[in-house]
């Protein structure tokens, strides 16, 4: 058999919201779709469902901005409210232009307004527009806790993946990257293999985990008709522990921040 | 039927030389494989074998260094020739450290080492530590001329895509990104699309050419069982005439040069 990649968004998720149980729902979908799951499948899911089932929206109303917010807020022309909570959500702002703050975000990686969103929320009192998305808390754990219920369910060794889509350096457009990891290779190390003419390779370090995400985010779509969860077939390294922080550039190498 | 993207790398396919007529080989591979084209159908093609087809190898002997490729190798660590190379195809150097040369390419991208390639290279005389690979004069015009000989053959509406793997800033390790694109959009714009709750969209432009190639990357692998053509079937958006420069940020809009 050549070496196969086959990739299925669930269909008919139903909306998600706080305390929603993400890994019935994806069982659930998973039988509607008659995918039985086999060792080494992985499941990639959107950032923002597992944020809202997370109870992860913020009330723009709750939220009172510092003096720093306000200025921010000012130059890039957003909300103070907002810039508050992206403040809150980062280490530290990288750059900032009218519309655009790209944060380092507590979570390590690079990346605009804090992964905050506000499109797709709509908060408990159905008034959508006072209310943001943060991302997880804990992404990492997030992927560790789904992976352990659909293990517990299917019997079957799995890797899960959470993504979101980032702007990037020099090009246009967003791609989907690894925001959470669990049980699949975030870097896979190439070093030491021979090519096909016994050179030493010299790509040697694959981002397999936000390659994987990229190709998820292809499937996923961004509109209403989005399916937040897919089911993956034929990842070609092996599963293993992993974490995000394999994936983040030290900022001592970082040659571009 | 749910969305779903499925990538097959093609077997068996021989190893490429000078003046290869690579739309024979991939149509032979996909028949071996038993894949009928269909529309809406892309290859997704490693940069390498449509340079080794295009004759893109140098003989480092024949290759006289600059001053300014001297000092620049003596900086970094490299061979002056090879330093040479780089600065000819490339319109700046953006950064250097030690082992490592970025440059924006004289197509447009940024990348390291102009994409110049010395694994997997083999010249003519057989020794292949004399020889590199450069990228292909022109990657969209490749993908093109590739694209009209696989439609004429099969009578389908395709796309091809020819990807490198770049490093990122920000994030370890490389992933799969487009470097010349014929009959599939590089970018996607998604403005103005509703979202679940009418907003309009955060996420307004995707770049869905570059997930397509870091999905393919994942499938070809890098080593010697590498399998450097993937049939793509399931791509999302509608297929139309496309080139690399929509992928590309102006250099007045990069914040992070």
């Given at each position: 058999m050549p070496p196969a990649l086959h990739l299925t968004a669930l269909p008919a998720v139903p909306m998600i919201e706080p305390g929603s149980d993400l890994a019935a729902i994806i069982l659930e979908a998973l039988a509607r779709a008659e995918i039985e799951l086999a060792d080494g499948d992985i499941l990639v899911v959107a950032q923002k469902i597992v944020s809202k089932s997370e109870g992860r929206?913020?009330?723009?109303?709750?939220v009172e901005p510092s003096a720093r917010a306000g200025e921010l807020a000012e130059m890039a022309g957003k909300d103070p409210r907002l810039v508050e909570l992206i403040l809150r959500e980062s280490r530290q702002v990288l750059r900032l232009r009218r519309g655009v703050i790209i944060v380092e975000h507590r979570l390590g990686f690079i990346c605009a307004s804090a992964g905050i969103d506000h499109s797709n929320v709509r908060g408990p009192d159905g008034r959508p527009e006072d209310w943001v998305l943060l991302l997880p808390e804990d992404p990492d754990g997030s992927a560790r806790r789904l992976r352990q219920r659909l293990e517990a369910a299917s019997g079957a060794r799995l890797g899960v993946l959470i993504i979101d889509s980032h702007g990037r350096a020099w090009r246009m457009g967003t791609v989907g990257v690894a925001i959470g990891i669990a049980g699949l290779p975030g870097l896979v190390d190439l070093r030491g293999r021979p090519d096909l003419y016994d050179f030493s390779l010299q790509i040697t370090q694959v981002g397999a985990a936000d390659e994987l995400a990229a190709a998820a985010s292809l499937v996923m779509g961004?509109?209403?008709?989005?399916?937040?969860v897919v089911h993956v077939r034929g990842f070609p390294y092996a599963l293993r522990e992993a974490s995000l922080g394999e994936l983040l550039r030290p900022e001592n190498e970082d040659m571009f921040r």
């Open positions: 929206l913020v009330n723009l109303e709750t961004q509109a209403a008709e989005g399916t937040p």
